[in-house]
């Protein structure tokens, strides 16, 4: 089955401190993989994807991701946390051959001052 | 530039009733997705269209029905509501180029009473 896990529902990180978000996925059919972030009340905003080629990749407010095919994971890292980032991040995928994007339940990032 | 607009943004129905949620894409986007996210949840598929015909269907049942129009604009209609469809109704857009990303609007708040 396709299902994709955020292991942290909320995390707790100091302003300036670096932040390390986890996903992993399950499914063996290539994945096109996506990290969206959610302030509430709000929709979601695209930060960063990956398709193909370099597995670490560079999104929007100096977030980045790294894909490890044999970890099964694309973990989003940020070097130092402002506390605008505070917000819901949702990690999702995308299967080839689906439409479809399978999203994880979320983790809440707290920043405190 | 316009994103994914969507109307309206909060709604109260009883259980029973019938609704209908609007949803513009992103000017140049042709393919209009449809997710349901529950309180703490992420986003579930409900359904994709494309060339006004639902390609993609996720696991909602039968209640859940949508229309795309030759302007790319789609409603959501879900019948004979239950108290457990009080959720955040997102739309998303894109663009009929492989792996287009979605961009998603600030959603529908469905309350049923």
């Known amino acids: 089955a396709q299902s994709v896990t955020q292991p942290d529902i909320h995390i707790t990180v100091s302003e300036g401190a670096s932040l390390e978000l986890r996903c992993n996925y399950s499914y063996g059919a290539t994945p096109y993989l996506f990290w969206y972030v959610q302030s509430p009340g709000q929709g979601l905003q695209l930060l960063l994807k990956?398709?193909?080629?370099?597995?670490l990749v560079q999104g929007i407010k100096g977030f980045e991701a790294e894909f490890k095919r044999s970890q099964s994971s694309f973990n989003l890292r940020k070097p130092s946390v402002h506390w605008s980032d505070a917000a819901e991040y949702f990690c999702?995928?995308?299967?080839?051959?689906?439409?479809?994007?399978?999203f994880g339940t979320g983790t809440r990032l707290l920043v405190s001052p | 530039d316009a994103g994914v607009t969507q109307s309206p943004t909060h709604l109260i129905k009883t259980r029973g009733q019938q609704v209908t949620l609007r949803c513009s894409p992103k000017?140049?986007?042709?393919?209009v997705s449809w997710y349901q996210q529950a309180l703490g949840q992420g986003p579930q598929f409900i359904f994709q269209?494309?060339?006004?015909?639902?390609?993609q269907r996720g696991n909602f049942p039968d209640r859940f029905s949508g229309h795309q129009f030759p302007n790319y604009s789609s409603e959501l209609n879900v019948n004979a509501l239950l108290l457990g469809d009080s959720a955040l109704y997102l739309c998303?857009?894109?663009?009929?180029?492989?792996?287009?990303?979605?961009?998603f609007g600030n959603g529908t708040r469905l309350t049923v009473t």
């Open positions: 999702a995928v995308r299967w080839i051959g689906f439409q479809k994007l399978v």
């Open positions: 269209y494309y060339e006004e015909e639902e390609r």
């Open positions: 000017s140049g986007h042709d393919t």
């Open positions: 998303a857009s894109s663009s009929g180029q492989k792996n287009s990303p979605l961009h």
């Open positions: 990956y398709f193909s080629g370099d597995t």
